[in-house]
């Protein structure tokens, strides 16, 4: 029997007001997974009454309270991980290693926020008056609208809610059509049955050919005070000018066109190990993921050898098989793009030195690509599937070049047993997150997460998430009358 889930609003499982759903196929097998609620307009703004009613009660919440329901819902989502594993592998095609990776980080993001809850939020300030004392306050925005993708389900979904509930304000989320179980309904589940008060945190699952109008309403609605979005660079430009059209904040994760550099000074073994990871983990379908693989020209010919032999043994397949590395992408529409990136690429030149060839299905084998030229298409677009370009370089200026010659800027992983050396070409790169001695692919709920350029702006995490989430006041007490002029 198909599962089905209704809209989540005021803490009551819905309907849409339509009475129309929409399926969610599972990527590997092309069957219904579920059905789920189609919202429309009239939804969404159900959806945004209820998170204006709850936000009062919610902004005043003891704090020791709302950071009770936090840790409840970690506990709870930590005890739901072979679940959460089961609606991945199932809506989105994600392995067992993937799933339990997300279910680990997203379990740490809800302890940081509520870390967050009960850290100082303010700054005493130095006053013009004599007796005057000034405070900056951060303060809850009010309800926040929350796009939550499907490449990183749990991760992403509860990323988009925990920061900004964890500040005092409510929210009304709208799950990507790929995953609304995994990265909405399932994570609203959690905190629900934690204990989070009715409205609080509300769901609208929608048709795919809807999202533009739902997308807009939500937006648009004048009691939607924030905006965060985490996904493609073509739909964040949308949401973007939508926000900035009704003078609303943004944080905005986005696409990625990032390197992996591989220094003279670099383990060779370990720096093969590092590139498969980054490139190849969750089929290339994270934001991180390493699309060009530069290595210096002394190491080239040892590294692409190991490299495109340990690609070439990935195992590929079912997520459910427990030993597939490279699982199918979201759809078998994502992997006959992939593909045609690939035949663009050697149409014009590109050698192929593992995999291409056709999909079968929505499973596309681990790639790897070489002499890739400015004129072809994955030059300069995001693979975001099991595809990656090796390029090679003489000198640190040239690597640097190569890394910064794209519109993106999320982040950058650079191969060294050399620190320093490593330091020094990472204050060169132009992305929001660099890391030395590692690839291209991490998070961690405490450190600022985002990038620049055509990557986003804003961040995730920490006290940055917390700061992006809320407004800061000015505010006064005077301990003696003032004197005026008249």
């Given at each position: 029997m198909t ?8 803490g009551?499982?819905t309907p849409?007001a ?5 399926e969610?196929?599972?990527p590997?097998?092309?069957e ?5 609620a189609?919202a429309g307009a009239e939804?969404v703004?159900r ?6 009613a709850?936000?009062?009660a919610?902004?005043e919440?003891a704090p020791?309270?709302?950071?009770r ?13 072979d ?6 592998a199932k809506?989105?095609?994600?392995t ?12 740490n ?6 870390a ?12 013009q008056?004599a007796?005057?004392l ?7 925005a009010g ?8 490449n ?6 509860v990323r988009?809610?925990?920061?900004p509930?964890?500040?005092g ?5 709208k799950?990507s ?5 995994a990265?909405?309904l ?10 989070l ?6 769901v609208v ?5 809807d ?8 937006i648009a609605?004048?009691?939607v ?10 739909v964040?430009?949308t949401?973007?000018?939508l926000?900035?059209q ?5 944080v905005?994760e ?6 992996i ?5 670099a383990?060779?073994d ?5 590139a ?5 983990m969750?089929?290339?379908?994270i934001c ?13 010919e040892e ?8 690609v ?6 079912d997520p ?8 199918p ?13 690939v035949?663009?690429?050697?149409d014009?030149?590109a050698?192929?030195?593992t995999?291409g ?11 790897v690509?070489?002499?890739?030229t ?6 300069h677009?995001e693979?975001?599937g099991p595809v ?5 370089f003489?000198?640190?200026?040239r690597?640097?070049a190569?890394?910064n010659a794209t ?8 191969i060294?047993e050399?620190?320093?050396?490593g330091?020094?070409?990472?204050r060169r790169?132009r992305?929001?997150i660099?890391h ?8 961690e709920?405490q450190?600022p997460?985002?990038?620049?350029k055509h990557?986003g702006?804003?961040?995730?995490g920490g006290?940055?998430?917390i700061?992006?989430?809320?407004d800061?006041r000015?505010?006064t ?10």
């Amino acid at each position: 029997m198909t599962l089905h889930r209704d809209l989540l609003i005021d803490g009551k499982d819905t309907p849409a007001a339509s009475g129309r759903t929409a399926e969610d196929l599972n990527p590997y097998t092309g069957e219904v997974f579920a059905t789920v609620a189609a919202a429309g307009a009239e939804d969404v703004a159900r959806a945004v009454a209820a998170a204006d009613a709850a936000f009062p009660a919610w902004a005043e919440l003891a704090p020791f309270e709302r950071r009770r329901i936090f840790l409840t819902a970690a506990d709870l989502l930590e005890s739901r991980a072979d679940r959460a594993a089961a609606i991945m592998a199932k809506e989105a095609g994600g392995t067992a290693p993937w799933a339990h990776f997300n279910v680990g980080l997203a379990t740490n993001i809800l302890r940081e926020a509520a870390a967050a809850i009960t850290a100082p939020r303010g700054e005493v300030l130095t006053a013009q008056e004599a007796g005057a004392l000034g405070l900056a306050v951060r303060e809850p925005a009010g309800v926040v609208a929350a796009f939550a993708p499907w490449n990183a389900p749990i991760i992403l979904g509860v990323r988009s809610v925990a920061a900004p509930l964890a500040a005092g304000n409510t929210v009304v989320m709208k799950p990507s059509e790929d995953a609304p179980l995994a990265c909405g309904l399932f994570v609203a589940d959690v905190l629900r049955d934690a204990g989070l008060p009715d409205g609080v945190l509300n769901v609208v699952t929608n048709a795919r050919e809807d999202a533009a109008e739902v997308a807009e309403a939500l937006i648009a609605d004048p009691r939607v005070r924030v905006v965060n979005f985490t996904g493609s660079t073509g739909v964040g430009r949308t949401i973007g000018s939508l926000a900035a059209q009704h003078l609303k904040p943004a944080v905005l994760e986005l696409g990625g066109k990032n390197a992996i550099i591989v220094l003279d000074d670099a383990d060779v073994d370990h720096a093969v190990n590092a590139a498969a990871f980054g490139v190849f983990m969750n089929s290339g379908q994270i934001c991180m993921s390493g699309d060009r693989i530069l290595v210096h020209e002394s190491l080239a010919e040892e590294f692409t050898a190991k490299f495109t032999a340990k690609v070439a043994a990935l195992p590929c397949g079912d997520p459910a098989d427990p030993s597939t590395v490279v699982g199918p992408l979201v759809a078998a529409t994502s992997a006959r793009r992939v593909a045609a990136l690939v035949k663009d690429a050697v149409d014009k030149g590109a050698t192929v030195l593992t995999g291409g060839g056709e999909p079968d299905g929505a499973v596309h084998p681990a790639t790897v690509l070489t002499g890739v030229t400015p004129d072809m298409d994955i030059h300069h677009a995001e693979a975001f599937g099991p595809v990656c370009v090796v390029d090679t370089f003489a000198d640190d200026d040239r690597a640097v070049a190569l890394a910064n010659a794209t519109d993106h800027g999320l982040t950058c992983g650079i191969i060294t047993e050399n620190g320093t050396h490593g330091l020094k070409v990472a204050r060169r790169i132009r992305t929001g997150i660099v890391h030395i001695n590692d690839q291209s692919v991490a998070d961690e709920p405490q450190a600022p997460f985002g990038g620049i350029k055509h990557s986003g702006y804003g961040r995730f995490g920490g006290r940055w998430g917390i700061e992006a989430f809320s407004d800061t006041r000015w505010i006064t007490l005077a301990t003696q009358h003032a004197h005026y002029p008249f």
